[in-house]
């Protein structure tokens, strides 16, 4: 009877059923979370391997053994206990407010020192309870200390302190966040971190470190804002010859096919006298405007050959007579079944030209006004699905051609891209028409040649279609309130 009458029984026989039983269910929990790849997962662990035992131990200990809360082990155990229950509140808080955050949320471009304030915040008060409570400091005296103390240390400190107060009031007026993009006067980059003390500016050379005294005394311009579009203007010059509405155009096409290009908003070209040309692209980040830069004045590079026109006032010579005839002789004569005589006949209209890498040489939907021959490089031919988006469809190497559908004047069905440089022959529709109508046998074989690429473009825009249908898309994840 006295051992059914006792409290310490009961309280026996719950830690020995409940702890084993928790135990299961925070490991099938922690199954669960891991499987979902969930940010909760590493604190349901803590709570499973430490938290959850030392709550056994301390309750078999003072409910169970009956030993008093004052005693000194029983305070360690607390306190040990109260520490792991910081970390797990401070680690949760920061997997649900902060990690699972979207990318383009405030949670997410809150600066790192204000997450450093409201930590220590935390710290401090789980602190003053747990000195309170478990070992009966008086927190008053303890407060009153710790403020004489910061008032010496903040007089030793004066400057390490002032730009700390600097970095404060700064960034709780916000004038920028993180990857928004500066521009000091001295350095402009990208923001990837803001601390206690300082700015970190990724330039692209490496990480200059501003610090937050200095910001908050001078000027800088915020890239970013009102909106994250950003307008990259590119400088060229041509020769005094060069037709200025010719160029104007040649330069505008060129910077129409940038990848990084804004699409709602088309680029513009003006003539700035002198031969000189300013080129306005609208792009979506600064963060693109040295790879976009390079990639338009490499393009342009290539575009002005094509076009005739001077670029820095050079000529170009490299469609010779006898690199026409060469070409003609290895891939166009194999590929149209032509004679020397026919050969001879195409050597005044044809033109040998260069893309440069990645440039797009046709695009889906656009009637070619004559056939392009690929004498050296390669050539990738894409396909353009129901959504808008570009799949690649197959390649092409040397000796094949383009613009099949010239003769027909129909519609491109594959956009096609240079892969590398690419050396290609043009001729004009209107020269090959009467050799081509010429040859029957050639004409079926053409024929073919365009069902069969047409076939390749529709599979794979089916592929990507059914690839598309058959992943389903994730469950939008709920917000945490």
């Given at each position: ?8 029984f ?33 604190q ?7 938290l959850?035992?030392l ?10 053994s ?50 450093d ?100 005394s ?10 994250r ?41 003006v ?22 830069e ?43 079944r ?9 050597v ?20 070619s ?8 490089g390669?050539?990738?031919l ?13 390649i ?6 383009l ?64 690839g ?14």
């Open positions: 009877m006295n051992l059914f009458e006792s409290s310490w009961y309280w026996a026989i719950g830690i020995a059923v409940g702890f084993p039983v928790c135990l299961i269910l925070l490991t099938e929990l922690h199954r669960t979370l891991v499987r979902r790849r969930s940010h909760l997962a590493r349901v662990s803590l709570l499973r391997n430490y959850l035992p709550g056994a131990l301390l309750l078999l200990v003072v409910k169970a009956q030993i008093p809360a004052g005693d000194g082990s029983v305070r360690i155990l607390t306190t040990v206990f109260g520490l792991l229950v910081l970390v797990l509140v401070l680690s949760a808080l920061n997997a649900t407010v902060f990690e699972s955050a979207p990318e383009e949320s405030w949670r997410k471009r809150l600066p790192a020192i204000f997450i304030v409201a930590r220590f915040g935390v710290i401090g008060v789980g602190l003053a309870v747990m000195l309170s409570y478990i070992w009966g400091v008086r927190i008053g005296g303890l407060f009153t200390a710790l403020g004489i103390t910061s008032v010496v240390i903040g007089l030793m400190l004066q400057n390490s302190v002032g730009q700390v107060v600097s970095g404060l009031f700064m960034l709780f007026e916000q004038p920028f966040r993180i990857n928004d993009w500066l521009d000091t006067g001295t350095t402009r980059g990208r923001v990837v971190e803001v601390n206690w003390r300082s700015v970190h500016i990724d330039t692209g050379s490496g990480i200059r470190i501003m610090p937050n005294s200095m910001l908050a001078t000027s800088f311009t915020n890239l970013s804002r009102p909106s579009a950003y307008d990259c203007a590119i400088t060229t010059k041509f020769a005094a010859g060069d037709s200025p509405d010719k160029v104007c155009a040649m330069l505008t096409r060129v910077a129409g096919a940038l990848p990084a290009r804004k699409p709602e908003v088309l680029p513009t070209t003539a700035l006298g002198g031969a000189q040309y300013r080129t306005t692209i609208r792009l979506t980040s600064p963060a693109d405007a040295e790879a976009t390079a990639t338009f004045l490499r393009w342009v590079w290539y575009a002005a050959r094509r076009a005739r026109l001077r670029l820095d006032g050079a000529d170009d010579n490299y469609s010779t007579k006898q690199r026409v005839e060469k070409a003609l002789r290895t891939v166009v004569a194999p590929a149209l032509l004679s020397h005589t026919d050969q001879q006949s195409l005044p209209y044809a033109k040998l030209v260069r893309y440069g890498a990645d440039e797009i040489i046709e695009s889906a939907g656009q009637v006004s004559g056939m392009t021959f690929l004498v050296a390669r050539v990738r894409t396909a353009t699905t129901e959504d808008g988006s570009v799949v690649p469809a197959s092409l190497d040397e000796g094949s051609f613009g099949l559908t010239a003769l027909t004047r129909q519609p491109n069905l594959a956009g096609a891209y240079a892969l590398d440089e690419v050396t290609a022959l043009q001729i004009e529709r209107e020269h090959l028409e009467h050799l081509v109508m010429r040859k029957p046998l050639l004409l079926q074989d053409l024929g073919r040649l365009i069902e069969e690429r047409q076939t390749k473009v529709r599979e794979a825009a089916h592929r990507d279609r059914v598309h249908a058959q992943v389903a898309p994730p469950e939008p994840a709920k917000p945490v309130r």
